[in-house]
């Protein structure tokens, strides 16, 4: 930084002070000041020692405002020289001891005298920028010699000067000269391009930018920060018109053209014009960086604090904070709008207790910001005036919103998308900054547009992505942790963000005979699609499964539906029917990943060696069945392709994993779960969706399993209800044989009646719960139905429903089964 801290200025006239004399001809000290968040000073240039008579040695770590008292303000005249500077102003917002103080919150520059050692004072112009980033460096600080400045060599070497517009240099002080017309023609043409300016401030302002410099001075690759109100100089001259003059002169053999105070106003145009197309430009980069809504409405809001505004308050409609669809209609004054983000240069909570993020409410029709939202356009106030404030304060009940808002500078712009108001934005500034401006007005209206389409975006990704869940989320089902003989966890993980939702499902259904059937099923693809057909595919599993049909039929039927369904998609399927009396688990595979049965007598993991069978959608392929023995306590594993499967990786190391870790002993079901997951989500490059689903395997004993065979013959019910009360009191339940034996009763009546000749089947099994069941050779399933005073039947089941924690039917190979639950009393 020491390499720049001098720069060219047109030779002195008259003396200079003694700490310039050593400086060649033509060039005066720049000095260069960085100051920390502490306030403390961490960088001193070389121009800063020869201007402020300080060594860096000695002006590193101490206070800034140590090393640069201000002793008092340039006078209006200083040998002599009338200062154009009106009533003593002393720069562009603060003064340089406030910004040496870490107050500063955007560009700004002026005059001041400082006591320096060794001199009796040291007259200064000075420019002050707030620094942003991960370092501790928040203020840079340049500083001239005013004196140096002023010994220039005339007006001829300022239009010079003005013409080049040169960024990184300081601007020779002409403007002081009252023989110097720019500042008078200038001032006189400010109120003609700015109706809202007075001659008074016109004048003033004209003094400072030519004393002072072009307004942007450049300090890095990127950022160009406004040091003096924008200019809204309009274009009398186009460049296409200048060109077509060159063009016409060099033709002719004639001199080009003289620039004329067109064009300096065109290039004064044209730089303002530019930096505002880099800052639109710097702002479309920093915001969109993801679908998510809430981080696109922070970045949004910290994207213009404070290079353009102070405050930044962004309010959304109800239904794109929650995520609803696109909201119809003009907004009215019971529009409930929330506020959902806030950024300030205050001092911090400031703002936190007044207008809290997170709050709802309507806007009256008095209000700009009922306008804006109405009309769809930006709403600029240059000055909240005591009675505007009133009115906006009105709407905070117990909360005096007054002082944050009265006399700041404010900007209301609506938040569009296909010419719908999602929300808007409440932009302040400071009093003591610039007046948002017409120009500011076009640029907060396009920085609205691209910001409301960015959070439009976001909006559809969200609402799409809550549709998906939601569907997703009513496909899978709320399996029960115990069903008979048997404990289930099961776990459920959606893909990245380009496969949220997908077609891995699982299920579970009770079967008769206390089996239960074990359903683990993945539709190939992702998105609705894929998770609609899972949906139907998961119905027909279930309505199948209730029939009863062996797993090896049911698969078959369920390729001839998804061939009717369509040939669009493939799914596969794994399905198992465990029975925890005979003690095994039947099983048919179409296309899936096999299980993994953990034994519990030794501890040791196995997949199951199954045939694997076509993915369902195939069509013309046989399924086959294998039944698989097992002992109380052992776990069967049955997960999606997804737990396993990383692009780049051999299945084979995913399926020794899963082994591995379902083998890992566990407190709980919930915890085995928990192990798998862990073990094998954590190598990254997973994309799809996984379904889990563990199952243990307790089984029912014998002594908890009791059954009859009953003759076709009325006097059988009879002998039913004796051996069904003397098991029950055997069992220690006589509180259920009252119950029992009536409803048995009922079903062996009905069992007898419609049987065709075989034997009546009567079981009682003692398990969570106590189930009865009647199986009989009849395929005709009873129904429900309503008897009445002179009826002789249909009271059966009618009892039955009455009495039965629950009861159903089931077709079986032989006929029906009727069943019904008690609930065991507790002990």
């Not at 040496?100 to 060794?118: K, T």
């Not at 404010?410 to 400071?430: S, T, Y």
């Amino acid at each position: 930084m020491d390499r720049g801290t001098e720069r060219d200025v047109p030779p002195g006239r008259g003396a200079v002070n003694r700490a310039v004399e050593d400086v060649p001809a033509g060039r005066v000290p720049l000095a260069v000041v960085v100051v920390d968040d502490d306030g403390l000073v961490s960088h001193w240039s070389s121009g800063a020692r020869r201007l402020l008579g300080r060594a860096k040695e000695e002006a590193i770590g101490r206070p800034a405002a140590d090393l640069l008292p201000v002793s008092g303000v340039l006078p209006d005249e200083a040998d002599g020289v009338p200062h154009r500077l009106h009533g003593g102003y002393d720069g562009l917002g603060p003064g340089l001891e406030p910004s040496l103080g870490g107050r500063l919150s955007y560009p700004a520059a002026g005059r001041a005298r400082l006591a320096v050692p060794e001199r009796d004072r040291v007259d200064l112009l000075w420019w002050a920028y707030p620094l942003a980033g991960p370092g501790r460096e928040r203020l840079l600080v340049l500083a001239a010699d005013a004196e140096a400045l002023r010994c220039g060599d005339g007006p001829e070497e300022a239009s010079r000067e003005e013409e080049t517009g040169a960024f990184e240099r300081v601007a020779p002080a002409f403007a002081l000269h009252t023989d110097f017309p720019g500042a008078e023609e200038l001032a006189r043409r400010l109120p003609e391009i700015l109706p809202s300016m007075s001659v008074g401030e016109s004048a003033r302002i004209a003094a400072q930018v030519l004393e002072l410099g072009y307004p942007v001075m450049e300090f890095s690759r990127n950022d160009r920060v406004p040091v003096t109100p924008d200019w809204g100089v309009p274009r009398r001259a186009g460049r296409r018109a200048r060109r077509e003059r060159a063009a016409r002169a060099v033709a002719q053999g004639l001199p080009l053209p003289e620039r004329g105070a067109d064009d300096e106003g065109e290039d004064l145009e044209y730089a303002a014009v530019r930096e505002r197309l880099e800052f639109l430009n710097e702002v479309s980069g920093r915001i969109g960086t993801s679908l998510d809504l809430a981080r696109t409405i922070v970045e949004v809001s910290r994207a213009v604090v404070p290079r353009f505004t102070d405050v930044a308050g962004t309010y959304l409609r109800e239904q794109v904070v929650a995520g609803e669809g696109f909201p119809e209609g003009v907004p009215d004054t019971r529009t409930m709008w929330h506020r959902v983000a806030l950024e300030h240069t205050d001092e911090p909570g400031r703002w936190d207790d007044v207008v809290p993020v997170g709050e709802a409410m309507p806007f009256p029709a008095h209000t700009p910001f009922f306008q804006c939202m109405t009309s769809g356009e930006p709403v600029l106030v240059p000055r909240i005036s005591e009675e505007m404030g009133h009115a906006i304060a009105s709407q905070f009940e117990k909360r005096d919103i007054r002082p944050l808002i009265t006399h700041r500078s404010m900007l209301v712009v609506p938040l569009k998308a296909r010419d719908v108001v999602l929300g808007f934005m409440i932009l302040l500034r400071h009093p003591e900054r610039a007046e948002f401006n017409d120009m500011d007005r076009v640029t907060g209206a396009e920085l609205a547009a691209r910001a409301g389409l960015v959070l439009d975006n976001a909006r559809m990704y969200t609402y799409q992505e809550s549709v998906a869940e939601t569907l997703q989320d009513s496909m899978l089902p709320s399996i029960p942790a115990r069903m008979a003989g048997c404990d289930i966890a099961t776990r459920y993980l959606p893909g990245t963000l380009l496969g949220r939702v997908g077609g891995d499902w699982f299920d579970s259904v009770k079967l008769p005979g206390a089996r239960t059937a074990l359903v683990v099923g993945d539709v190939m693809g992702h998105g609705l699609n894929s998770a609609a057909m899972m949906g139907q595919l998961r119905t027909a599993v279930q309505t199948m499964a209730a029939l009863d049909l062996p797993p090896a039929q049911l698969l078959r039927n369920l390729d001839d539906l998804a061939q009717r369904l369509g040939d669009t998609y493939l799914a596969t399927c794994l399905y198992a029917v465990y029975d925890p009396i005979a003690g095994e688990v039947h099983l048919a595979n179409a296309g899936h990943i096999p299980p993994v049965l953990v034994h519990a007598e030794d501890g040791r993991s196995e997949l199951l060696d199954l045939p694997t069978g076509a993915p369902i959608g195939v069509g013309g392929v046989p399924f086959e069945a294998v039944r698989v023995p097992v002992r109380p306590g052992d776990r069967l594993v049955m997960c999606t392709d997804g737990l396993v499967e990383v692009r780049g990786e051999d299945i084979g190391v995913g399926l020794a994993t899963l082994c591995a870790s379902a083998a890992h002993p566990a407190a709980s079901m919930d915890d085995a779960c928990d192990t798998i997951i862990r073990a094998l989500n954590t190598r990254g490059g997973r994309k799809d969706d996984v379904a889990l689903l563990m199952a243990r395997l307790n089984g029912i004993g014998p002594d908890d399993v009791a059954e009859w065979r009953l003759a076709r013959d009325p006097a059988e019910v009879g002998r039913a209800r004796a051996v069904v009360r003397e098991q029950l009191h055997e069992w220690g339940l006589a509180r259920l044989a009252d119950p029992t034996e009536l409803m048995v009763s009922e079903l062996v009546t009905n069992a007898v009646r419609h049987s065709h000749g075989r034997p009546v089947a009567l079981r009682l099994v003692r398990g969570d719960t106590l189930l009865c069941e009647v199986d009989d050779d009849d395929h005709d399933l009873p129904t429900l139905l309503s008897a009445g005073p002179a009826d002789e039947s249909g009271r059966g089941l009618r009892v039955v429903s009455t009495l039965a924690r629950e009861w159903g039917t089931s077709r079986t190979n032989t006929g029906k089964t009727v069943w019904f639950e008690l609930t065991l009393p507790r002990r």
